[in-house]
Nanobody
């Protein structure tokens, strides 16, 4: 069964950094774009970042210059480095594997999803 396994999130203070990781089975990682989405309490799921198979990246405006998505082909793992965290970044973060090789913002382009990990930014 194909799966995505996310690392634990956590409770951090505003301005702190946190790195999330997501390990995938080779079949859904190889040749496919990967993405991160998030869902805050009472809100819908929103796009955060995506990375193509060739490592082209795209970001939501709200996280651009603060978050960095990357991938390790040898480890079948995608990362989300989050810097200068803000309280509005508080959400459950989801890793996803796309049907396509190109980076995409559309959640409907992603076939496999992780279980989600809570990130709370609070003083």
């Amino acid at each position: 069964q194909e799966q995505l396994v996310e690392s634990a999130g956590g409770l951090v203070q505003p301005g702190d950094s946190l790195r999330l990781s997501c390990s995938a089975s080779q079949r859904i990682f190889s040749g496919h774009a990967m993405g991160w989405f998030r869902q805050a309490p009472g809100k819908g799921r929103e796009f955060v970042a995506s990375i193509s198979w060739s490592s082209f990246t795209m970001y939501a405006d709200s996280v651009k210059s603060r978050f960095t998505i990357s991938r390790d082909h040898a480890q079948n793992t995608v990362y989300l480095q989050m810097n200068s965290l803000k309280p509005e970044d508080t959400a459950v973060y989801y890793c996803a594997a796309s049907t396509y090789s190109s980076a995409t913002r559309q959640s409907s382009d992603y076939t496999y999803w992780g279980q989600g990990t809570q990130v709370t930014v609070s003083s």
